[in-house]
């Protein structure tokens, strides 16, 4: 098949979160499958400086009319590992400090920013030369493509007849709009109805998407059940629902050649399934790193994470106390929430010897830390995918989670099935129920018998794109059929 993604970001050229890894990966699994596959993202210039990627400018451009301005935007062109990345120019528009926004905010010009981005990547992909069979949209930011293929680029022969998948990462963040921009972008408006585009007299680019699609995916089995529900709906439960036939969930996989505890270059010492006996060394690595008391027999905490409500970051500041009085260590890495960033830095403080906190984000640090500690936290109020659990799990970490989402789908909980675990589950978003997870937990730990048979079973698991590339695969093929 010739399928195309288009998407805001994309590991490694530009990232902000799970989405990047996922549009990262998945291309890739799919084209060592066969498919012919190329992705469309904007150049980000200051981005791709800050990852060193190198990207030559084409000799083509597309003109584009947006918001009153006829623009000129010329193409470039990326190919990581045989895939082919095709990155379109428009610096007062993407060349700027973040992807979406400024630290803590969003840019107010966002939707002209990702309504020109998604025309000129329909202009490109028209032009690729060969029919594409599948464009691949990612999150609110690719909402509308669906709908000005089906409206206003029809008349394009290599993507009139192009089927459309839809794949919602984080139903929380929809790309709501005043609705001015509807004829400014010159957007299709007698689309803008309840059951198009139209949310409480506002444009939703996520609904759009939703409505116009041929094929809705998430990134979870359960997540795709829960967003049916007011708990995890996000007001869109209802909507969803009248297009449920087509709503399907694909569990995420990882890219285990880049997160590999066998061939880590940044880990003190490599180590695998079939001989742990190095992440003994990188948990003394992590220990002294941390300014903590080296002893195999403490069970280290660990947490990497945005600081934010949905990740359930006040259920781990709620329990520090309880666990430093336990003598239990706990490092964490992440930021974002102020308030949170500011608590949890009190408490590193407060409890030096016992707890790191290092605000932002460090790859060898979070590398370091996945090898180094025993137990790994993910409270998530809710969790579409989740990578962490999986990371943790490559290198022997044992995660108690959160049973929502991907948590729920991808960690077997050891108390529930000893035969098969691979982490703990706790139910109720609840400080006393998380604890209680973590008891259960280093009451496994302390049992290095049971430890080792739980820890074995997460490194081994199967957390390879290929079965997940192949779903899609069934996915686009029961569309073309």
């Not at 299709?188 to 409505?211: D, R, V």
């Not at 050891?414 to 035969?419: A, C, L, M, N, V």
């Amino acid at each position: 098949m010739n399928i195309v993604f288009i998407a805001s970001e994309a590991s490694p050229l530009a990232k902000t979160g799970g989405l990047a890894d996922v549009v990262g990966a998945l291309p890739r699994a799919l084209m060592n499958a066969g498919h012919h596959v190329t992705v469309i993202l904007p150049f980000y210039r200051r981005e791709l400086y800050k990852n060193n990627i190198v990207a030559t400018a084409l000799d083509q451009s597309v003109e584009m009319w947006a918001d009153g301005v006829q623009r000129h935007c010329p193409l470039h062109e990326v190919r990581l590992n045989g895939l082919r990345y095709l990155l379109i120019e428009q610096d007062d528009l993407f060349n700027r400090e973040g992807v979406y926004g400024p630290a803590g905010g969003a840019y107010e010009d966002n939707l002209l920013r990702f309504v020109l981005f998604d025309r000129v990547a329909l202009e490109v992909g028209a032009n690729l030369g060969e029919p594409i069979d599948v464009l691949h949209c990612h999150d609110w930011q690719t909402g509308l493509i669906p709908l000005l293929l089906k409206t206003q680029y029809q008349h394009h022969a290599n993507i009139a007849g192009a089927k459309t998948v839809y794949t919602i990462h984080n139903l929380a963040y929809q790309g709501v709009f005043p609705v001015l921009w509807l004829h400014r972008l010159g957007l299709p408006s007698h689309h803008f109805h309840l059951g198009g585009l139209e949310f409480h007299g506002q444009i939703n680019c996520m609904k759009a998407g939703i409505a116009y699609a041929d094929a809705i995916t998430t990134v979870s089995p359960t997540y795709a059940r829960e967003i049916l529900t007011p708990e995890y709906g996000c007001q869109l439960e209802g909507f969803l629902h009248h297009h449920v036939e087509r709503l399907s969930g694909i569990v995420n996989g990882l890219d285990v050649e880049h997160w590999d505890p066998e061939n880590d270059v940044v880990i003190k010492e490599n180590y695998g399934a079939s001989n742990m006996a190095g992440k003994a060394v990188c948990k003394i690595d992590l220990q002294q790193h941390c300014g903590f008391s080296v002893a195999e027999d403490i069970p280290v905490l660990s947490i990497i994470s945005r600081l934010a409500d949905q990740k359930g970051i006040d259920l781990l500041i709620s329990n520090v106390g309880r666990w430093m009085a336990r003598g239990y260590q706990l490092a964490v890495l992440g930021s974002g929430d102020l308030h949170s960033e500011h608590v949890l830095s009190s408490l590193a403080a407060e409890h030096g010897g016992n707890m790191y906190f290092y605000r932002g984000f460090d790859e060898a640090l979070a590398r370091r830390i996945y090898a180094g500690s025993d137990i790994f936290l993910m409270p998530s109020r809710f969790e579409p995918c989740g990578l962490g659990q999986l990371m943790a799990m490559r290198y022997g970490t044992v995660p108690v989670v959160r049973s929502t989402g991907g948590l729920c789908d991808t960690v077997v909980d050891y108390p529930s099935g000893k035969q098969q675990g691979t982490g703990f589950h706790f139910a109720d978003a609840h400080p006393d129920a998380f604890d209680a997870a973590v008891e259960s937990a280093v009451d496994a730990f302390r049992n290095p018998t049971a430890w080792s048979r739980i820890r074995t079973r997460a490194v081994k698991r199967d957390s390879t794109w290929e079965s997940s590339a192949q779903a899609y695969v069934q996915c686009y093929e029961s569309l073309i059929d």
